[in-house]
């Protein structure tokens, strides 16, 4: 039995004491809805409406069973439109990624961009390698993410690329400081302070790559990850780094 249903005919029925405005109101025809009422009252096995040829009479089952019976009509209601809602973006949890390395402003400009196309959505954020967020969306634990390419993508449905400009990180009274452009063979002889691999393997690969097709191949690659723990790196030994040019990060 369709018990939502019938309990719209039971309500219709007690509100319009009348069949035939009761099936009106419903949009269905007189003989379905009087079926619809005798299995209501054999499923709750009370009566529910005295039936004359000239009216319908609540009972007072009925009248007892009315509020409960419009209550549950309203829950169902409330119940349809928030799966509406979800469905349609407007509300609901959000779990997104994002990296470690990525800039301030650019935070704050997704942050700003998703409040004001989904004020209803609960926004669930965590600060993850891209290899963490890969793992997250494999077990189904992350709805969006910000990853560093190049990486395994099968799967995954992508969005817009995010281009970021590498500069180099080094002294200001290091030689190279001076020019506008470094070339990457300049930084010979220089260590070359990288992220840990095991947050992007495929991108610290391309990365070192890069510096040998450049003409740099680092004596040493040392590892760090926080702005100003690499700063201190590079200001405290003959090493460099690489940093997105819209960090906010004072130059050493």
Known sequence: MDLIRHLECFVAVAEESHFGRAAARLGMAQPPLSQRIQRLER??????FDRTSRQVITTKA???????ARE???????????ARRIRDGESGMLR?????????????ALLTGFQERSSGVEL????????EQLARFARRELDVGLIHHPCDVSGLELGPVLRRDLGVLLPRNAEAAAHTEVPLAALAARDLILFPRAGAPALYDDLLTTCARGG??????RHGQGASFVRG???????????PRDAETAEP
């Open 124 to 131: 669930e954020l965590h600060e993850l390698s891209t290899t």
């Open 43 to 48: 499923e709750l096995e009370v009566r529910l």
């Open 72 to 82: 549950l009509l309203a829950r169902t209601e409330s119940l349809r439109a928030a």
């Open 233 to 243: 790196l590079v200001l405290s030994s003959r090493a460099v780094a690489f940093s």
């Open 62 to 68: 009925g009248m007892l069973l009315l509020p409960e």
């Open 216 to 221: 740099y191949t680092p004596p040493s690659v």
């Open 96 to 108: 997104a990624g994002l990296p470690p390395d990525i800039a301030g402003g650019t935070v704050a």
